[in-house]
């Protein structure tokens, strides 16, 4: 597993599959002994949730700590949640944080908590995905999300992909991609994530959870 700290933020623009990665963590971090909750602070986008995870999360003992209103229509949910409680009791909190500087508002709350307690922030990207095509706009966004939550990223988490069209091919080949942004912003590459069954080499290997909206039914 990672060197990763007790505290982890996974951020991204909306569809990178930060939340995919999340849970997988959740799941892995659990698969070691770890005592794990998941904190859902995606206040912005009502599709790609780590709250939708609840069963799952439950059959592997991993606590979801969810704003009060996740999942319904509300547009205002509460975050009344006890952050320090949950580093004190826990070996792993993960944090899915909204797709950009507007979701990482609700993470600011925090930050003064996490700057003393410590956390490694990690941006997924997605070479695929529209608006952060080029390692500039993925970079930009990046320092968007940083100065609106007041912490730093500390890894990239190359997570390019096309669904489930995605290829073997389509990941090694976006790993330059992830490297230019990893130089761009000053921080490193932590790994590139591939579905289990493409076998990509020197990747770390997730299951797909998390599917669009329109192809769940």
């Known amino acids: 597993m990672f060197d990763f700290g007790r505290a982890i933020v996974i951020t991204g623009h909306y569809g990178s599959g930060k939340t995919n990665i999340a849970v997988n963590l959740a799941l892995d971090c659990a698969g070691l002994g770890e005592s794990v909750c998941v904190v859902d602070m995606d206040i912005v986008n009502p599709y790609f949730r780590t709250a939708d995870f609840r069963r799952l999360f439950e059959r592997y003992n991993i606590r ?10 509300l547009d205002i949910p509460s975050l009344c949640i006890d952050m320090e409680a949950l580093l004190n009791n826990y070996d792993r909190v993960i944090l899915d944080v909204g797709g950009d500087d507007s979701g990482a508002l609700a993470l600011g709350q925090y930050a003064a908590l996490l700057n003393i307690r410590g956390y490694d922030m990690l941006y997924v990207v997605n070479k695929y ?15 968007d999300i940083e100065q609106a939550s007041g912490l730093m990223a500390s890894g990239i988490i190359n997570c390019s992909n096309l669904g489930e069209d ?36 020197e990747s770390y290997p997730v299951d797909v959870y998390v599917r669009p909206f329109w192809e769940e039914n």
């Open 64 to 73: 979801l700590a969810a704003p009060q209103f996740a999942n319904t229509n």
């Open 129 to 143: 995905r529209y608006l952060t095509h080029n390692p500039d706009e993925a970079v930009g966004l990046l320092r």
């Open 166 to 201: 995605t290829t073997a091919e389509d990941v090694e080949s976006s790993r330059d991609f992830a490297e230019q942004c990893a130089r761009t912003a000053g921080i490193p590459v932590v790994f590139t994530a591939a579905k289990r069954g493409l076998k990509v080499e």
